[in-house]
């Protein structure tokens, strides 16, 4: 009889081995009942997973790098996984019952980039990173969202970059990061990614895997920055030697990724001929993003920052999408197979208030850590249920230890300059539209207005004019052209959440307001 042990041996698809698999899975009746029950179970969990975030960007990013495992795994096996797995299998962990790479605990924080670097450079960051260990729990995704103010902070240089959130994981001394930004213009422009000859099929092992139709060069754009296209930064920390292994940077094309990397391993399966003009062109490619991956180091002690001001964070408390699917019935079923706990209808989100009336310079010159480089070696995925070895020569599951060293060198993070936009916005009626909440309102209750200043100037206006116990929060701007045309569409769209016609109170899930604002201004900017 055949086990479900199969998940992690399945040969590369489309070879001969994986089509006779594929008979013998066919003919084994006791195989075929068991199939049937994880299917049934499977999109039950699937669903849970992907609808229990807060629908800020990057809960959502993460959920889609669950999405894409999935399918990748129970289609084409683990030898489907893209390289930066290396880095990514560190924010998931694999459900030996149910055969899932599941997200692990996440602890979800917001906060301007502007007063988190005016922290830095103080120069109060820990002289040593080791220090993580004791402000991070092992195991658990702390992640940083960026408020999306027009007065952030961004690198200007090739093209302007903009933080949209960082998400690390910690593994003792090993720290996995994940950098969220975005740029404008694009490395690819729009027009050249619709001209673009997507290969696939060039790797062992994914000769099945196509880009997703569904996506086009809309869906490559961040929430809160409508012409910035989404730039993913992936890397490891070794905090104990104070090192840092291979960079992978994924630069969004709508229906795929455009991946530059220094990790040779990415090419390992390739003939040398093709391997070595491969690499060498990636590395090439991420010389563009030196600042990006350069703020990320800078970045590694947002725990600390959270830390050093106890007193100032405050909890944000909202609904899930599984709130609102509460009364649906695949829902009901989910509660029923994996119990409720399972399917978190609210989370809670630490936020810093943004710092009102601080003048700081149009301009940073930011100094990260000295890493050195060092890569000596990567995770390589196994079987869930094969037994790996890790740095030390112990045994772990699911992943074994590969030793390297490479030839070649990379640079150190070198120090990187922050701008901030003094761009007005081109129209008849510039001005600022804003997402505004406070912790004392109910769950899922959002301010939605505009201003002619300061979005963080017109949230404490808000906090002294109320009377609400807790500060107004700015959690997305964006500046436009016909501010009051922009405002006027997004109110009427969202007025079957609005809770007063008198009021710019709006009752509903942050990602769609933030979807709603988005389609709004690229419409009214587009005419």
């Given at each position: 009889m055949i086990k479900f042990g199969w998940l992690h041996q399945?040969?590369?698809?489309?070879?001969?081995?994986?089509?006779?698999?594929?008979?013998?899975?066919?003919?084994?009746?006791?195989f075929q009942l068991e199939l049937k029950e994880l299917q049934k179970r499977l999109p039950l969990l699937l669903n849970a997973r992907l609808k229990n975030g807060s629908g800020l960007q990057l809960a959502k990013l993460l959920r889609s790098f669950v999405l894409e495992y999935f399918n990748r795994y129970f289609r084409f096996g683990p030898n489907s996984f893209p390289s930066s797995f290396n880095?990514?299998?560190s924010f998931l962990t694999f459900d030996r019952e149910n055969r899932f790479f599941n997200l692990r605990k996440e602890n979800?924080?917001?906060?301007?980039?502007?007063?988190?670097?005016?922290?830095?450079?103080?120069?109060?960051?820990?002289?040593?990173?080791?220090?993580?260990?004791?402000?991070?729990?092992?195991?658990?995704?702390?992640?940083?969202?960026?408020?999306?103010d027009e007065s952030s902070l961004r690198i200007s240089g090739e093209s302007q970059q903009v933080f949209a959130g960082v998400s690390f994981v910690r593994h003792g001394l090993e720290l996995s990061c994940l950098l969220l930004a975005g740029e404008k213009p694009p490395a690819v422009s729009d027009e050249d990614v619709?001209?673009?000859?997507?290969?696939?099929?060039?790797?062992?092992?994914?000769?099945?895997?196509?880009?997703?139709?569904?996506?086009?060069?809309?869906?490559?754009?961040?929430?809160?920055?409508?012409?910035?296209?989404?730039?993913i930064v992936l890397t490891r920390f070794d905090l104990s030697a104070v090192k840092h292994g291979v960079r992978y940077v994924n630069v969004d094309i709508g229906s795929s990724f455009q991946v530059f990397t220094d990790d040779s391993s990415a090419f390992r399966d390739l003939p040398r001929e093709k391997s070595e003009p491969l690499l060498q062109h990636a590395i090439e490619g991420l010389?563009?993003?030196?600042?990006?991956?350069?703020?990320?180091?800078?970045?590694?002690?947002?725990?600390?920052?959270?830390?050093?001001?106890?007193?100032?964070v405050q909890e944000l408390n909202v609904a899930t999408e599984l709130y609102a699917m509460q009364d649906d019935e695949k829902l009901r079923d989910t509660f029923k197979e994996f119990g409720e706990s399972q399917c978190p209808k609210h989370r809670v989100i630490r936020c810093f208030p943004m710092a009102i009336g601080?003048?700081?310079?149009?301009?940073?010159?930011?100094?990260?850590?000295?890493?050195?480089?060092?890569?000596?070696?990567?995770?390589?995925?196994?079987?869930?249920?094969?037994?790996?070895?890790?740095?030390?020569?112990?045994?772990?599951?699911?992943?074994?230890?590969?030793?390297?060293?490479e030839s070649w060198s990379a640079r150190k993070p070198q120090t990187f300059i922050?701008?901030?936009?003094?761009?007005?916005p081109n129209g008849p009626d510039?001005?600022?539209l804003y997402i505004q909440r406070s912790p004392a309102l109910e769950n899922n209750l959002y301010k939605v207005g505009l201003t002619k200043r300061s979005a963080a100037i017109r949230a404490n206006e808000l906090s002294s004019a109320t009377g609400v116990p807790l500060p107004f929060g700015v959690l997305a701007s964006w500046s436009v052209g016909d501010c009051t045309r922009v405002e006027r569409e997004v109110h009427q769209r969202l007025a079957a959440s609005r809770i007063n016609p008198r009021r710019e109170f709006f009752h509903a899930e942050l990602s769609h307001i933030i979807k709603t604002i988005n389609d709004v201004v690229e419409e009214i900017t587009a005419t």
């Open positions: 399945v040969p590369p698809f489309g070879t001969p081995e994986a089509a006779q698999l594929q008979k013998l899975m066919a003919m084994d009746v006791a880095v990514l299998e979800e924080h917001l906060l301007s980039i502007n007063d988190y670097f005016r922290w830095y450079e103080k120069g109060e960051i820990p002289k040593d990173p080791r220090i993580l260990a004791s402000l991070m729990e092992e195991g658990v995704i702390y992640s940083y969202e960026m408020i999306s619709s001209k673009m000859n997507i290969e696939t099929g060039m790797f062992p092992g994914r000769k099945g895997l196509e880009p997703d139709p569904s996506l086009t060069t809309k869906d490559r754009y961040l929430d809160g920055y409508p012409d910035f296209s989404k730039i010389r563009r993003y030196d600042d990006l991956f350069a703020a990320l180091s800078s970045m590694i002690y947002l725990p600390a920052f959270f830390a050093a001001f106890p007193q100032k601080i003048k700081d310079d149009d301009s940073k010159k930011i100094d990260p850590p000295q890493l050195e480089f060092k890569c000596d070696g990567y995770w390589k995925p196994i079987g869930p249920l094969e037994i790996g070895e890790d740095k030390n020569g112990g045994q772990i599951f699911g992943r074994t230890w590969v030793s390297r060293h922050l701008k901030r936009s003094n761009v007005e510039p001005g600022i």
